[in-house]
């Protein structure tokens, strides 16, 4: 099998998951900003942080991506993916992202990233200033879960990755190559 690791990542946390999924595996890793010839791949696996509805990086890797390459799409950001609510906002905007005989044959994966607000470029902490001074007015009782860990979180660092959780990640490759 001929496969790669692709990563679009403007803060970090997609690149460690990348870059840990290729220690685990030897499978290579690169930037979408210098995507090697995919000629011959098998496999593509794209981790992508989740930036205003879209996952970095992803266009150029779909771009790339052989008619005959398996796609898996890991998404990288800060909502509890556990929540069945917030995988559905995911997969939704995948859905606008990613044309449907794409997507209806990948593998889609979400992790949970991190964010330090100290390091954030400013158009981003605007954004995020705009989110929060939004969600402060949402009444506690109308609230979700996201909306009161970010009010909770806003101005901070926080960081959630967990390479443990790239173990499902495995289940896509064939046998002999896990």
């Given at each position: 099998?001929?496969?790669q690791i692709l990563y679009g990542s403007r803060y970090g ?54 008619e005959t390459a398996r796609l898996v799409i890991a998404t ?103």
């Open positions: 099998m001929h496969a946390a997609s690149r460690r998951y990348a870059e840990a999924f290729s220690q685990m595996t030897g499978i290579p890793v690169s930037d979408c900003a210098s995507i090697p010839d995919l000629t011959g791949c098998d496999l593509v696996l794209h981790f992508g942080g989740l930036y205003a509805g879209g996952v970095a990086g992803l266009q150029a890797t779909l771009r790339a991506l052989p990288v950001g800060l909502a509890d993916v556990r929540d069945p609510e917030n995988v559905r906002n995911i997969r939704s905007a995948l859905a606008r992202q990613v044309p449907r005989q794409i997507l209806d044959r990948a593998a889609v994966f979400h992790l949970r990233g991190a964010i330090d607000y100290g390091k954030l470029k400013w158009k981003h902490r605007a954004m995020m200033t705009l989110l929060y001074q939004k969600a402060k007015r949402i009444p506690r009782d109308r609230q979700t879960p996201e909306v009161r860990a970010m009010l909770e979180t806003f101005g901070s660092r926080v960081d959630f990755v967990d390479t443990g959780s790239l173990t499902p990640l495995l289940e896509v490759l064939p046998p002999q190559d896990r």
